[in-house]
């Protein structure tokens, strides 16, 4: 059996059963890069909206955002039967149903459930808006209205979206992204052809235009559209939407956004590859990527139903190789949402047995990435990004996240080579289908080290063994003691 650097034996092939082990050699004096934090990109949903004492709550955990991704309705803020704007409305209320001499799409009605805690979209906004450095607002809805049924004017719709950002962006002077529509090719979004939706797309690039010149604003509006669904298996649109935009010689775009769901990470690199080969091809700006949602997809229903501990699980691969994407910005779904929909998914959940927000395995996933240094360092070999080191600069903490995205048990052995002749604090916080997992356990409340001792390097090296079982993670902290 081959030897790791210490001697130790290297472990590395399947064993009987399920079983199988990896090694995880991280070098502590060789640094690979400054860490990128992913977790900084963060998103909101309008289909069962958290009080606004949440943001305060998440940016408590998590720290700040630097984008938070927010949402505005256009058939609940403007009533195109009466021409009349509710800046303040109660989310989450259709106010067409039984309404039949009316025409009005469907969209995510269906999905849609009133705010448990009665929200109205001005305190959804300000609130987040206050926790977060800036705000991505998404203007969705109405799409098929103008487009397809043209009950509503393409000149009436470009005047609406106008007056929409400008009263929220003068409520929250931090929106800096607008993302025009949101998954506009599938039915619960409008279902509209590139065709359809394009000159939508224009109606809100003047208006954004119009405003950062009539305004001068601090902070700019920049412009990107449309979040497409499915990645890469959708690309014929995406590369259709290119096209046109390319040929389009009065276009504002400021960054480009898609989603992406699905159990296979190499789908981001594919994509992103794809897409920077053809912006170049096409002599389209170089311009950020957002992956405005992004999560797991695993059976049948509203957005697939992986349980809550194998997205957070899952995501980690995907976020640490999108971290290598230059231009990408991952945004994980999502902070809050439906548990009698989305369970699988939100990262924290009204738990009224504590009289408060409680992080969920997926919350859990964030805190690692936030509790990561400002260094990465090298792990040596290949781990299908599965695995991150990093070390802090100004304090020497080092910590590895850990994770086992499949069935079974992966016994990680874990080496740190290169490290001073000193003693840590060494602190593990597993995640897995028993521990820190409220949704398994609604006893877990708040995140627990599940082992603390105290370490010392024996010839600049450390070494442990580490079972994790399935979906399993675990971040490992290393406090030098003085």
Request: glycine fraction near 8%; charge should be negative; aromatic fraction near 12%.
């Given at each position: 059996?081959?030897?790791?650097?210490?001697?130790?034996?290297?472990?590395?092939?399947?064993?009987?059963?399920?079983?199988?082990?990896?090694?995880?050699?991280?070098?502590?004096?060789?640094?690979?890069r400054?860490?990128?934090?992913?977790?900084?990109?963060?998103?909101?949903t309008?289909?069962?909206?958290?009080?606004?004492?949440?943001?305060?709550?998440?940016?408590?955990?998590?720290?700040?955002?630097?984008?938070?991704?927010?949402?505005?309705?256009?058939?609940?803020?403007?009533?195109?039967?009466t021409?009349?704007?509710?800046?303040?409305?109660?989310?989450g209320?259709?106010?067409?149903?039984?309404?039949?001499?009316?025409?009005?799409?469907?969209?995510?009605?269906?999905?849609?459930?009133?705010?448990?805690?009665?929200?109205?979209?001005?305190?959804?906004l300000?609130?987040?808006?206050?926790?977060?450095?800036?705000?991505?607002?998404?203007?969705?809805?109405?799409?098929?209205?103008?487009?397809?049924?043209?009950?509503?004017?393409?000149?009436?719709?470009?005047?609406?979206?106008?007056?929409?950002?400008?009263?929220?962006?003068?409520?929250?002077?931090?929106i800096?992204?607008?993302?025009?529509?949101?998954?506009?090719?599938?039915?619960?979004?409008?279902?509209?052809?590139?065709?359809?939706?394009?000159?939508?797309?224009?109606?809100?690039?003047?208006?954004?235009?119009?405003?950062?010149?009539?305004?001068?604003?601090?902070?700019?509006?920049?412009?990107?559209?449309?979040?497409?669904?499915?990645?890469?298996?959708?690309?014929?649109?995406?590369?259709?939407?290119?096209k046109?935009?390319?040929?389009?010689?009065?276009?504002?775009?400021?960054?480009?956004?898609?989603h992406?769901?699905?159990t296979?990470?190499?789908?981001?690199?594919?994509?992103?590859?794809?897409?920077?080969?053809?912006?170049?091809?096409?002599?389209?700006?170089?311009?950020?990527?957002?992956?405005?949602?992004?999560?797991l997809?695993?059976?049948?229903?509203?957005?697939?139903?992986?349980?809550?501990?194998?997205?957070?699980?899952?995501?980690?691969?995907?976020?640490?190789?999108g971290?290598?994407?230059?231009?990408?910005?991952?945004?994980?779904?999502?902070?809050?949402h439906?548990?009698?929909?989305?369970?699988?998914?939100t990262?924290?959940?009204?738990?009224?047995?504590?009289?408060?927000?409680?992080?969920?395995?997926?919350?859990?996933?964030?805190?690692?990435?936030?509790?990561?240094?400002?260094?990465?360092?090298?792990?040596?070999?290949?781990?299908?990004?599965?695995?991150?080191?990093?070390?802090?600069?100004?304090?020497?903490?080092?910590?590895?996240?850990?994770?086992?995205?499949?069935?079974?048990?992966d016994?990680?052995?874990?080496?740190?080579?290169?490290?001073?002749?000193?003693?840590?604090?060494?602190?593990?916080?597993?995640?897995?289908?028993?521990?820190?997992?409220?949704?398994?356990?609604?006893?877990?409340?708040?995140?627990?080290?599940?082992?603390?001792?105290?370490?010392?390097?024996?010839?600049?090296?450390?070494?442990?063994?580490?079972?994790?079982?399935?979906?399993?993670?675990?971040?490992?902290?290393?406090?030098?003691?003085?």
């Amino acid at each position: 059996m081959p030897e790791s650097s210490s001697g130790r034996p290297r472990r590395v092939v399947p064993n009987a059963g399920d079983r199988v082990w990896t090694q995880v050699s991280v070098d502590a004096s060789c640094s690979v890069r400054s860490w990128p934090h992913v977790e900084r990109y963060q998103n909101t949903t309008l289909r069962y909206t958290p009080g606004p004492d949440f943001p305060p709550a998440m940016e408590a955990y998590l720290g700040k955002p630097q984008i938070i991704r927010l949402f505005v309705t256009l058939d609940e803020v403007w009533d195109y039967r009466t021409d009349t704007y509710d800046w303040n409305y109660l989310i989450g209320v259709n106010k067409f149903e039984g309404d039949s001499e009316h025409y009005h799409f469907h969209y995510d009605w269906p999905l849609t459930v009133p705010s448990p805690l009665g929200v109205h979209e001005e305190d959804y906004l300000r609130s987040h808006a206050e926790c977060a450095e800036s705000v991505m607002l998404n203007i969705r809805r109405y799409e098929r209205e103008v487009a397809v049924e043209h009950v509503i004017s393409y000149e009436k719709y470009e005047e609406v979206v106008e007056r929409v950002i400008e009263h929220y962006k003068e409520l929250c002077p931090n929106i800096r992204y607008i993302e025009l529509m949101n998954e506009v090719d599938i039915p619960n979004f409008g279902e509209l052809t590139v065709d359809e939706f394009y000159p939508l797309f224009q109606c809100g690039y003047r208006a954004i235009r119009r405003l950062n010149e009539r305004h001068d604003y601090a902070i700019p509006l920049l412009t990107g559209t449309m979040g497409l669904t499915a990645g890469v298996k959708n690309w014929g649109f995406w590369s259709d939407f290119l096209k046109r935009l390319a040929a389009d010689e009065d276009r504002t775009i400021d960054f480009y956004s898609m989603h992406e769901y699905h159990t296979n990470p190499c789908r981001i690199l594919e994509f992103y590859v794809r897409h920077e080969a053809l912006v170049h091809e096409l002599g389209l700006p170089d311009l950020p990527l957002m992956m405005t949602e992004y999560g797991l997809r695993v059976g049948e229903g509203d957005a697939g139903r992986p349980h809550n501990l194998q997205n957070a699980c899952g995501e980690i691969q995907g976020m640490i190789l999108g971290s290598y994407c230059e231009n990408l910005r991952m945004f994980p779904w999502c902070t809050f949402h439906n548990p009698n929909q989305q369970l699988g998914r939100t990262m924290f959940v009204m738990d009224e047995a504590v009289g408060g927000y409680v992080p969920t395995p997926s919350g859990h996933t964030m805190k690692f990435f936030a509790m990561l240094g400002d260094t990465e360092l090298l792990i040596e070999g290949y781990t299908y990004n599965r695995h991150v080191a990093t070390i802090d600069s100004a304090t020497g903490r080092i910590c590895v996240l850990l994770s086992h995205p499949g069935e079974g048990e992966d016994v990680h052995e874990l080496s740190v080579n290169g490290l001073p002749a000193k003693r840590y604090a060494c602190t593990r916080y597993l995640v897995d289908g028993v521990h820190n997992n409220w949704v398994a356990n609604h006893a877990c409340t708040e995140l627990e080290a599940t082992a603390c001792e105290t370490v010392e390097a024996q010839d600049g090296c450390w070494e442990m063994s580490l079972p994790l079982g399935e979906n399993a993670f675990c971040l490992v902290v290393l406090d030098p003691i003085p």
